[in-house]
């Protein structure tokens, strides 16, 4: 396969309400459309989409990055994971750029050899895949309210954003969700990382009568996530602190977390996304992939990435609606909190 030409064209996502967290709100994602050609004809796509407020390059330092690239591309057919790998070496401090390129590569091999990604990846995929809910800062009314629309759309698991500054607020939420929605809704909770030690502790202690599935990101040290896991009955799970495949093999290795959150933009790519996928379930880790809030593009390979999960869980793939545009129509709409891959 021969890629005779690149190409790079930024785009604005813009959000029909501000999406908030204890990160602060998001209005708008900014992004770059990867796209390479070959000498057949073929195009491949891939979503360079920065958050650097969860651990990635800024959209600035991927511009610049972008301006110098020279990526010399060399696709071998018996190895495309190693070709790909070692092509996108360059990228390698660069998460979002290395997902959007990875992405666009595989994607153009697809379509190139006729070959499917799973052919390309050596894995299998689920048909089905269970999708669960967000619901940013809101007061509890209102969440209990967004709560109760979600769940009669079909989805049986809503992940609620919590880590204000007022822990009695973020209580007032989850008591009105779980109230609203009952006790058979699975219930997940995300800090982004906004707890002490201390506050973790003494929160769950609190929380573990409203029978949370999980509490994502409480705090970002392994060590403190270790501490606490003695501390609470509910399950803990990491996100931000998983950016690399160390962070990942460390944090499942030593037992400090019974969930791990993996978003394939974040890790650069849906390659790095696999392996870990793989050691979590050889150690008995629950795995949930999810979006970055990204395009239509990114969200594809967050599916790709869920449906290689072998295990029965609710993924972070419902993002598609909260915006006003996006880049193409949705590949994998959710509908009654699935996707169907079968369709």
């Not at 959007?100 to 697809?110: P, R, T, W």
């Not at 950016?243 to 849906?270: E, N």
């Not at 379930?281 to 869920?306: H, P, Y």
Request: include cysteine; aromatic fraction near 8%.
């Amino acid at each position: 396969m021969k890629i005779v030409r690149s190409s790079c064209s930024p785009y604005i996502l813009k959000f029909k309400l501000p999406f908030s967290t204890s990160k602060g709100k998001i209005s708008e994602r900014k992004g770059f459309l990867i796209k390479l050609d070959s000498a057949n004809g073929k195009s491949g796509y891939g979503d360079c989409c920065p958050l650097p407020e969860f651990g990635s390059e800024s959209y600035e330092q991927a511009e610049a990055m972008l301006q110098d690239l020279e990526l010399k591309i060399r696709i071998d057919t018996n190895d495309f994971e190693q070709s790909i790998l070692k092509t996108l070496e360059p990228l390698n401090g660069f998460p979002t750029l290395r997902h959007g390129f990875e992405q666009a590569l595989l994607n153009l091999i697809s379509r190139d050899m006729n070959l499917s990604l799973n052919e390309i990846l050596n894995s299998s995929s689920k048909k089905i895949i269970n999708v669960n809910a967000a619901i940013g800062f809101l007061s509890p009314e209102d969440s209990a309210s967004r709560a109760k629309e979600l769940v009669s759309k079909g989805y049986k698991t809503i992940k609620l954003k919590v880590g204000r500054k007022i822990f009695e607020e973020d209580y007032a939420c989850i008591k009105a969700v779980r109230e609203n929605i009952g006790a058979e809704i699975n219930l997940r909770i995300d800090v982004n990382g906004k707890w002490s030690l201390s506050d973790a502790i003494s929160s769950l202690k609190q929380l573990e009568k409203f029978g949370i599935e999980y509490v994502e990101q409480p705090l970002n040290k392994i060590d403190e996530y270790l501490a606490l896991s003695h501390k609470t009955k509910i399950p803990l799970a990491a996100d931000e602190s998983i950016r690399s495949l160390k962070d990942a093999y460390d944090f499942i290795s030593r037992k400090a977390v019974s969930v791990i959150i993996l978003k394939p933009m974040m890790l650069g790519g849906v390659i790095p996304t696999l392996k870990i996928i793989e050691y979590a379930q050889e150690n008995k880790i629950k795995v949930v992939v999810t979006t970055s809030l990204d395009s239509c593009i990114g969200r594809s390979f967050a599916v790709l990435a869920a449906s290689f999960v072998e295990q029965e869980t609710a993924h972070g793939l419902g993002t598609a609606e909260l915006f006003e545009n996006d880049l193409f129509p949705d590949p994998y709409p959710v509908k009654n909190g699935q996707i169907n891959l079968a369709n």
